[in-house]
Nanobody, 113 residues
Framework: QVQLVESGGGLVQVGGSLRLSCAAS????????MGWYRQVPGKQRELVAT???????NYADSVKGRFTISRDNAKNTVYLQMDSLKPEDTAVYYC???????WGQGTQVTVSS
């Protein structure tokens, strides 16, 4: 059974940092591109960052220079280091594997001003 479990969210002040983790079950995840997404109530889910198996990354303009996506293929885990957080980063964050329509429960990130 394919599963994604996000963790690491919480409440943080403006300018603070958080590190999100996404643990994936199934070895297939170690070869697939992975992405972090976020969603605010009433808005569409948006792509935040992606990473290929080999470590090539892409970021949404809104997070470039502040967020860093990484992965540990041996552990089937993807990370999102979030620095210099802003109130507009408040959202539920999800990870997803490219080509697999499966979402985890997400992890809430709240940035207070």
């Amino acid at each position: 059974q394919v599963q994604l479990v996000e963790s690491g969210g919480g409440l943080v002040q403006v300018g603070g940092s958080l590190r999100l983790s996404c643990a994936a079950s199934g070895n297939i995840f170690s070869i697939l591109p992975m992405g972090w997404y976020r969603q605010v109530p009433g808005k569409q889910r948006e792509l935040v960052a992606t990473i290929t198996r080999g470590g090539s990354t892409n970021y949404a303009d809104s997070v470039k220079g502040r967020f860093t996506i990484s992965r540990d293929n041996a552990k089937n885990t993807v990370y999102l280091q979030m620095d210099s957080l802003k109130p507009e980063d408040t959202a539920v964050y999800y990870c997803k594997a490219d080509g697999i329509e499966k979402w985890g429960q997400g992890t809430q990130v709240t940035v207070s001003s």
